[in-house]
């Protein structure tokens, strides 16, 4: 979740009404890597909603939740996560103070243990609704192993939660997964993606081919780094990354390591000794 500083943003509303099924609260944690916060969504049409996201826990937007749901009559019925960040699922329990019957759906995976609240376990093509919307699950790994997006089936659209972001790129812990889920997301016939982080994605299919691009790209400035002799992933990140703040750094730390690694499986570089990766047809010269 990284490419472009904050203060470059576009500023949002802390509450838009992106049409009569969906409403979208900041979650009121901006930052280098949330961008202008946390996007969380309330769906449906009549009083019970879905909410998607919860924010990182925020004392402003448990304000602003409630200050909406209680000036519209509204209660949230369930609550999905897209993964589990806490920048996604730190606000679950302020959303149970208010709403404590709400049920919570997320994809099981070994993160779970650590939330004093506990969730139904999604599968993919599992359905939730309520009045107005209809949700299917789709997993989409590689940002995070649990990542789901949500298809709102009433109106077509995708909530995509932090495998595309609305502004810069992001980060993912599998590469091979991530790019998988690109294709998967790609392949889906919807014309508005709503992401986690950032505006509103009008052009989609624009928008993901761009991503699978970088990534691309990214691979083939690592390979060639490795040819000119930048044998650790930190070497790389110093030539690739220079001007970025240092948590930025980390991240694409990081994001380089995956590339070697799904480079390695392809069978194009090894590693080597104190942190070095070698090209294969490297080695075979020598």
């Known amino acids: 979740m990284f ?14 009404e992106l049409s009569p099924r969906i409403v979208r609260l900041l979650g009121k944690n901006p930052g280098n890597f949330t961008l202008q916060g946390t996007n969380t969504y309330l769906l449906g049409t009549d009083q019970n909603r879905i909410l998607l ?7 402003e937007y ?9 000036k519209n009559k509204i209660t949230i019925e369930s609550i999905v996560v897209t993964h589990w960040h806490f920048d996604h699922t730190g606000g679950v329990s302020q959303v149970l103070s208010l709403f404590p019957d709400a049920k919570i759906y997320k994809w099981k995976d070994s993160h779970d243990e650590r939330w004093e609240w506990k969730s139904i376990g999604l599968q993919d093509g599992d359905i939730i609704q309520v009045l107005g919307a209809t949700i299917k699950t789709i997993h989409t790994p590689g940002h995070a192993s649990d990542h789901v997006c949500f298809l709102l089936e009433e109106e077509n659209v995708l909530f995509c939660g932090d495998n595309v972001l609305g502004h810069g790129s992001t980060v993912f812990e599998d590469l091979s997964s991530y790019l998988s889920s690109l294709q998967l997301m790609q392949s889906l016939p919807c014309q508005i ?6 505006n509103i994605i009008t052009e989609p299919l624009r928008k993901v081919q761009e991503y699978i691009d970088h990534r691309m790209q990214r691979e083939v400035q690592v390979v060639a ?5 930048l044998g650790t992933a930190a070497d790389i990140v110093e030539k690739l990354y220079t001007g970025y703040p240092e948590g930025v750094r980390a991240a694409a730390k990081r994001g380089v390591l995956q590339h070697l690694d799904k480079l390695e499986k392809e069978g194009r ?3 080597g000794e104190e942190e070095r990766w070698i090209l294969r047809e490297e080695r075979s010269l020598l």
């Not at 780094?225 to 002799?229: I, M, N, Q």
């Open 269 to 271: 570089v090894e590693r």
């Open 3 to 16: 490419g472009m500083g904050e203060q470059s943003l576009p500023e949002l509303p802390d509450v838009s």
């Open 62 to 70: 448990f304000e602003l939740l409630k200050d909406y749901v209680t």
């Open 53 to 59: 996201d919860t924010g990182e826990g925020k004392p």
């Open 225 to 229: 780094l490795l040819k000119d002799g």
């Open 193 to 198: 993606f709503y992401p986690a982080h950032g």
